[in-house]
Nanobody
């Protein structure tokens, strides 16, 4: 699986952005998908994850109520709608994929096998 993330940019606090991640291959619907972020000098951390069918989601506490993860399996695409952005959301955002259709939803970075190249999100105050 190859992943291509896009949609980052420079915005002001309170603005919104929508990140997209397009996956290659015909097995997208059988993969868990997730978004991670990494700020300068910090570890890469989980932001949100979604199950293969979209019925189960996970959000980090810092983004609950502001970000929404979704997927369109017909378009091989996962989205991250980012609302009410804050300066502390500034980071490089990566999409990730892991094959699986089980009931559990992996959320740790070491649980994902495929990574996109990252897209920069910068939020000014």
């Amino acid at each position: 699986v190859q992943l291509q993330a896009s949609g980052g940019g420079l915005v002001q606090a309170g603005d919104s952005l929508r990140l997209s991640c397009v996956a290659s291959g015909r097995t997208f619907s059988s993969h868990y998908m997730a978004w991670f972020c990494q700020a300068p000098g910090k570890e890469r951390e989980s932001v949100a994850a979604i199950s293969w069918g979209g019925g189960r989601t996970y959000y980090a506490d810092s983004v609950k109520g502001r970000f929404i993860i979704s997927r369109d399996n017909a378009k091989n695409t996962v989205y991250l709608q980012m609302n009410s952005l804050k300066p502390e959301d500034t980071a490089v955002y990566y999409c990730a994929a892991r094959r699986g259709i089980g009931n559990s939803l992996p959320i740790g970075r070491y649980e994902y096998d495929y990574w996109g190249q990252g897209t920069q999100v910068t939020v000014s105050s």
